[in-house]
């Protein structure tokens, strides 16, 4: 992946993922309810880039979960927040998210080569195949006729139908799911967008070697976030490419350990049980499961990726630990308060990471 604005091909990369979905991705009563306003993002994202952080990214979301806290039933639209955030920064990577079943390659390669031209070529392209049902049933857009596999044929041939939209003067292309008769998508992004992906299915990390600059992963463990570092550099390596590997982490910092973990507590006591549940059927469980799921330990639930949980001292530890134990190139933040704590990481943590980031 290009590292411009000076940043090192081999250091290790910060960002945030904004909370473009009310409550941000803490499902509690008793955290902090980020508002899914441009306002807010915009505010995080100028912290992020003064405290050294390399990129901003958003999700893309069609649809929120209920529950007493509405968790995400407000969201905000993926590339235009993007664009208006590459107005308000400099330096900091803006990288947008992109459904493959809801946006033609046609209407994206244009979408993203104006954001490249507004940001400067900063810009970024999460490719997303299309895979929590409702949110696409309820446009009329949910292909039942495809499983798992064919969808990620469909987005192999969507990104292929990209990159030549992106090189190529006329694309005509007569494919199993897509037809372009002399489509033009002028003028050409220089240099093209980054291409992030994530999914730690075969499938998944096949198309990320292949097509993608970044890849986004999850394990149960270390050792399994390890492997799949290992494999999807491997695959692209193999393609005559290279990929670097990030994946994510939520951060609940105080000012010493057991304060965080008082913190850490308060959040889970408002565990939005009914939210989480339907988050998880989202997923394809039925109700059952998901009930029983959420039953065992709904406090720990609150949280939508790995956390950590500490004074600074301890966080800046742990994270490094995260990131050379498994290898990574970088890491993704989340934060229950994207103002405070925010800054709080930046002021506390980055000067023990990359003192050379630091306060820019």
């Avoid at 499983?147 to 990620?152: E, G, M, P, T």
């Avoid at 800054?343 to 506390?348: C, S």
Wanted: with cysteine.
């Amino acid at each position: 992946m290009a590292a411009p604005y000076g940043t090192p091909a081999d250091a290790t990369e910060y960002g945030i993922f904004l909370p473009i979905g009310s409550g941000g991705w803490i499902v509690s009563e008793t955290a902090p309810h980020p508002e899914a306003t441009y306002e807010y993002n915009r505010e995080a994202a100028v912290l992020a880039e003064a405290h050294g952080f390399d990129f901003v990214m958003s999700m893309g979301k069609w649809r929120g979960y209920g529950g007493t806290t509405a968790h995400w039933e407000h969201t905000l639209e993926s590339m235009t927040m993007m664009a208006g955030l590459a107005e308000a920064t400099e330096r900091v990577k803006v990288w947008a998210t992109v459904h493959t079943n809801l946006f033609h390659p046609a209407l994206a390669a244009k979408m993203f080569t104006t954001l490249q031209e507004i940001s400067g070529g900063r810009a970024g392209m999460n490719i997303v195949v299309g895979a929590y049902a409702r949110e696409f049933e309820q446009m009329g857009l949910w292909r039942q006729d495809l499983d798992h596999a064919d969808r990620y044929r469909y987005t192999e041939e969507w990104a292929t139908a990209l990159r030549r939209l992106w090189t190529e003067d006329s694309v005509t292309m007569d494919g199993e799911f897509l037809q372009l008769d002399d489509c033009r998508s002028l003028p050409h992004p220089a240099p093209p967008p980054t291409l992030i992906g994530a999914g730690r299915s075969p499938a998944g990390l096949g198309f990320q070697a292949r097509h993608c600059d970044g890849s986004f992963l999850t394990a149960q463990d270390l050792p399994g976030l390890r492997e799949a570092s290992r494999r999807v550099k491997e695959g692209a390596e193999q393609q005559g490419r290279s990929i670097r590997t990030y994946s994510m982490l939520t951060v609940v910092m105080d000012e010493t350990d057991a304060a965080a973990q008082a913190r850490r507590a308060e959040f889970g006591r408002g565990a939005d049980v009914e939210a989480i549940v339907n988050m998880k059927r989202s997923w394809g469980l039925p109700l059952e499961k998901a009930l029983s799921l959420t039953a065992d330990c709904p406090a720990d639930e609150v949280f939508q990726t790995p956390f950590v949980t500490g004074s600074p001292e301890t966080v800046a530890a742990r994270v490094r630990e995260l990131v050379e134990e498994a290898e990574l190139d970088g890491l993704m933040l989340i934060f229950p308060d994207y103002h405070a704590d925010l800054r709080a990481f930046g002021e506390r943590v980055m000067p023990l990471l990359q003192p050379e980031k630091a306060l820019r």
